[in-house]
């Protein structure tokens, strides 16, 4: 069983490892469903990022609209289970 200081110190490598996206990412430029768990997502490309949030689940958003829409260059943090696009390309971060 791990001791009290080694999960804080892998809570706190995980955080660190998440926030600085390397655990790996994937280029979404389609409109499929893309399963993660994702910890942000962030808009490329000349155009802005359209989510269709009735296709996917974005678990950390409450009251969500049917579209969220993230301007070019802006990141999305939380923690999202799947991520569909109505268009637009973004990187997708995974979670630790």
């Known amino acids: ?35 993660g768990p994702f910890t942000a997502i962030t808009a490329i490309g000349t155009d802005d990022v359209v989510i269709d949030t009735s296709e996917c689940d974005l678990g950390s958003l409450e009251d969500q609209p049917d579209t969220i829409t993230i301007p070019k260059g802006v990141t999305l943090f939380g923690v999202f289970e799947s991520v569909e696009l109505d268009s637009g390309v973004a990187i997708a971060y995974r979670k630790c």
């Open 1 to 35: 069983m791990a001791t009290r200081e080694e999960t804080l110190l892998k809570a706190i490598k995980d955080s660190s490892m998440n926030s600085l996206g390397q655990c790996g990412s994937i280029i979404i430029d389609d409109t499929n469903e893309h399963t």
